[in-house]
């Protein structure tokens, strides 16, 4: 049996598995097939990393199906959802999943829940009252109860799981921005946040204080609610596929209107510019969505509109040191735990090595 390292507790990933693929692309810096990401989960455990997420795709990887297999092939790495959206999946569905996940597996498994954006995948933008109850809702199914519902997240008159599982209930965390009506959610239904990417420290560290406002407010434990932090890590990497890792992602992010604008105001960038400039450029003309539209590696042009220094100040590039201190900061900021993301573990072997040693962790 492989030998594990000790866990470091406010280290995870994200596993970066975008095509379904029965062969690795060509090029490993364009893409990691699912087959490869279920090799990135015995890896991550391996190198002692807490936990893995997955971003679901309905239409390219399903997190179920994926999640079942990196949690089957091993044994103490915890997995969760990061994010799945509350409109593609009735609340009975998404509580047999919970239920089945922690039947199989033991509890390793996280619902990490997201309320999408208006123009992806055609979901229509979910509201903080239709994403606590279904919460809410899916804490009573877990509990063995018979629902009765009509509200916000929908109509549903005396659903119940058939079966109910005795053990502990998976965590729900919520994936947000990180405002102030994100803070008072996460405060009253959740048992953690993943944050979104591209965020600077000090936009974690306001957060992070509105969470515990909130948290005061209603009589509740800050340290209840635990913050977790995805950083695009590119340590050692070449200037090619670092901003296929970085800048060509962000444009992912960014070329969303609603999130964009958002995101800049929270870190206090020039998002309306950066979206004129999207739209005038040719590629992304008339692109509802260019995540659904195009990879990475199709995306450099759009990305060199992208600051380098938006980049440098929220993502961990360039040497295992600096990409360590990049990582410190986000913890000093109030961050609990940090999830690598965009590169696979065996990128960032030598990055967890040296956040293990700063931290004191024992090899």
């Given amino acids: 049996m492989t030998e594990l390292a000790p866990v470091i507790e406010d280290l995870s990933t994200y596993l970066i598995c975008g095509r379904v693929l029965s062969k690795p692309p060509e090029d490993p810096r364009t893409g990691r097939s699912v087959a490869q990401g279920l090799d990135d989960a015995r890896l991550a455990e391996r190198l002692g990393l807490r936990r893995a997420f997955l971003s679901e795709r309905l239409d390219i990887k399903d997190a179920g199906a994926f999640l079942g297999g990196a949690a089957a092939v091993t044994t103490r790495l915890e997995v969760g959802t990061g994010a799945l959206a509350v409109p593609s999946r009735d609340p009975r569905v998404t509580a047999s999943l919970g239920a089945t996940m922690h ?45 009765h519902y009509e509200g916000p997240a929908g109509r549903f008159d005396g659903i119940a799981l058939r079966d109910t599982y005795d053990g502990p209930a998976p965590q729900v965390w919520s994936c947000i921005l990180g405002g102030p009506v994100a803070a008072r959610a996460a405060a009253r239904a959740f048992d953690g946040v993943i944050l979104t990417p591209f965020l600077l420290p000090e936009a974690v560290e306001r957060t992070v204080g509105y969470i515990r406002e909130e948290c005061e407010k209603i009589g509740r434990d800050p340290a209840e609610v635990r913050v977790c932090h995805p950083i695009v890590t590119a340590p050692e990497l070449d200037d090619y596929e670092t901003r296929l890792l970085a800048h060509a992602r962000a444009v992912t992010y960014f070329q969303m209107p609603s999130f964009a604008k958002a995101l800049s105001a929270f870190n206090g960038w020039d998002g309306e510019g950066l979206l004129a400039k999207f739209a005038e450029h040719e590629q992304l003309r008339g692109v509802a969505s260019a995540d659904q539209s195009f990879h990475r590696k199709d995306l450099l042009g759009p990305a060199s509109l992208i600051p380098d220094s938006w980049m440098e100040q929220t993502c961990g590039i360039g040497s295992v040191a600096a990409c360590v201190k990049t990582l410190q900061d986000f913890r000093d900021a109030g961050a609990d735990e940090l999830a690598l993301y965009g590169s696979y573990p065996e990128q960032n072997a030598a990055l967890i090595a040296a956040w293990r040693d700063r931290n004191g962790v024992a090899a």
Avoid: C, K, N
């Avoid at 992806?120 to 979910?126: H, L, R």
């Fill in 103 to 147: 039947a199989a597996y033991g509890p390793r498994f996280v619902l990490g829940l997201g309320r999408t954006e208006p123009q992806f995948m055609s979901y229509g933008q979910v509201t903080f009252a239709h994403l606590t109850d279904y919460v809410d809702i899916l804490r009573r199914l877990w509990r063995g109860e018979t629902v």
